[in-house]
């Protein structure tokens, strides 16, 4: 997408962006709703009004930050960002526990879902006879820019330090103390992803799940 504009590249984006950020922390709330907690749905946070999500830093800032520094360097954009995360009852689960995993694996799970469907968007443009030639190659822009924002944030919500998805779901899961030891990481989680996001650490431990999964939505898209 290094041929597009600023204005193209944000046009092309902005719509997966937002529904990538904003839907994964629904799908938090959705799940914890149907094991007990209805903490997001009393608050209006299942709506999919993506106003009632945005995070004026991680919903527009940093996505602008980064589509306009990979417009300035020529490089094909490559996004994350997040929402105002869906608040979670932990003692309304009726297994607090074991069902925080699946409330922590819905965010990720949604992603991967989105991306199966920007990849039939995707599809729908590269083999669209039907469409003017401009309108079939949006479609197609915007397709694969849902399919790589959102297996960015599954790969990334994935890795198992807390506050990450990963890293609640491995607290759930592990015996007593291991779960207590790994949890008080979760004061440093955040400095512990940025500092994996500007290394080449990043590469070293998503680049191969991250390629992966972009692979196989490719060949979903017909484009492989």
Same mark, same amino acid.
């Given at each position: 997408?290094?041929?597009?504009?600023?204005?193209?590249?944000?046009?092309?984006?902005?719509?997966?962006?937002?529904?990538?950020?904003?839907?994964?922390?629904?799908?938090?709330?959705?799940?914890?709703?149907?094991?007990?907690?209805?903490?997001?749905?009393?608050?209006?946070?299942?709506?999919?009004?993506?106003?009632?999500?945005?995070?004026?830093?991680?919903?527009?800032?940093?996505?602008?930050?980064?589509?306009?520094?990979?417009?300035?360097?020529?490089?094909?954009?490559?996004?994350?960002?997040?929402?105002?995360?869906?608040?979670?009852?932990?003692?309304?689960?009726?297994?607090?526990?074991?069902?925080?995993?699946?409330?922590?694996?819905?965010?990720?799970?949604?992603?991967?879902?989105?991306?199966?469907?920007?990849?039939?968007?995707?599809?729908? =443009?590269?083999?669209?006879?039907?469409?003017?030639?401009?309108?079939?190659?949006?479609?197609?822009?915007?397709?694969?820019? =849902?399919?790589?924002?959102?297996?960015?944030?599954?790969?990334?919500?994935?890795?198992?330090?807390?506050?990450?998805?990963? =890293?609640?779901?491995?607290?759930?899961?592990?015996?007593?103390?291991?779960?207590?030891?790994?949890?008080?990481?979760?004061?440093?989680?955040?400095?512990?992803?940025?500092?994996?996001?500007?290394?080449?650490?990043?590469?070293?431990?998503?680049?191969?799940?991250?390629?992966?999964?972009?692979?196989?939505?490719?060949?979903?898209?017909?484009?492989?």
């Amino acid at each position: 997408m290094s041929d597009l504009s600023l204005p193209q590249t944000i046009a092309v984006w902005i719509v997966p962006v937002l529904f990538a950020i904003t839907l994964h922390e629904v799908a938090h709330g959705w799940v914890a709703r149907l094991f007990g907690d209805p903490t997001a749905m009393m608050l209006g946070r299942l709506s999919v009004n993506p106003i009632r999500h945005v995070d004026p830093i991680g919903t527009v800032a940093v996505p602008l930050f980064l589509l306009l520094l990979s417009s300035l360097s020529g490089t094909s954009p490559m996004l994350f960002g997040w929402a105002k995360p869906v608040p979670v009852t932990f003692e309304n689960l009726r297994n607090p526990k074991r069902d925080m995993a699946f409330v922590a694996a819905a965010g990720p799970l949604s992603n991967l879902l989105m991306a199966l469907f920007w990849a039939l968007v995707m599809r729908a =443009g590269v083999g669209s006879g039907a469409l003017p030639h401009s309108a079939a190659m949006f479609l197609a822009y915007m397709g694969w820019a =849902g399919v790589q924002i959102n297996v960015i944030l599954a790969v990334l919500n994935l890795l198992p330090v807390p506050p990450l998805d990963g =890293g609640r779901i491995a607290v759930a899961l592990l015996p007593g103390p291991w779960s207590w030891q790994l949890s008080r990481i979760e004061p440093y989680g955040i400095i512990i992803v940025l500092a994996l996001l500007v290394t080449p650490l990043w590469n070293l431990i998503a680049g191969p799940p991250v390629m992966y999964f972009l692979q196989l939505f490719a060949t979903i898209a017909g484009i492989r």
